[in-house]
């Protein structure tokens, strides 16, 4: 199996939905999703019966949360891989974490 940037999958999913759906469409399925990792964990904690619970489906659900998210940033053109790592620069240094994202991806500290 091989690696993907999220430019690759933001590419791939606009290819995809950048005729077929809207940014509200895409956000229902988000929520949807994140319904369905809520029926999971709610499952593995005694508070729902009757739900799967095996860490293959939370995968399989968490993917589609991904894969919503993903695809609302490439019809909106956002680069996820610049924010991503713009964010977690500011976090960092909010919460005066040792390192950031990139000092961890560069194997020292910021």
Known sequence: MKDLTFRQIQDYLLEHYQQ??????????????????????????????????????LAKELADIIHYTVAIAAINDIDLTKTIFDKDKKAAIKYQHERDLEGFLNGKES
Do not use: Y
């Open 20 to 57: 077929s759906r809207t940014e509200e469409g895409l956000f229902i399925k988000l929520v949807e999703e994140v319904g369905e990792v809520a029926e999971v964990l709610n499952g593995r904690s005694g508070r729902k019966e009757g739900v799967q619970d095996s860490n293959e489906e």
